[in-house]
């Protein structure tokens, strides 16, 4: 083995770990970001709000009092679960826009 091979390497790792942290750090910047951002979802022409956070949490449910005069019960439930699957969707959407890039800064 040539001589100061082990020492090449060695130092070699070190860049690689100061790489890793670094990429960890970006990676927990832009986690509490996405908990701070938020999407907002509609059904129903409106009627249907549902606002959800980056990092799937959903903050509020609105309906218009309006649309329930006409509405059964199941066609609500059937616009509320579309309107949370809708922002579920934009989420999702937000949080490959800021995490994506940096699952191609890994260095391996």
């Not at 070190?14 to 970006?26: A, E, S, Y």
């Amino acid at each position: 083995m040539a001589k100061g091979f082990n020492k090449g390497q060695q130092m070699g790792q070190g860049g690689m770990m100061q790489q890793i942290q670094r990429l960890q750090k970006q990676m927990e910047e832009a986690q509490a970001k996405l908990a701070e951002e938020t999407v907002t979802a509609t059904a129903g022409g409106g009627a249907i709000k549902v606002v959800m956070t980056g990092d799937q949490v959903c903050k509020s449910v609105e309906v218009d009092p309006e649309f329930l005069k006409d509405m059964d019960a199941e066609m609500l439930q059937d616009m509320v679960l579309s309107a949370v699957n809708m922002a579920l969707d934009q989420s999702r959407e937000l949080q490959q826009k800021l995490m994506g890039p940096l699952a191609g800064g890994l260095p391996f």
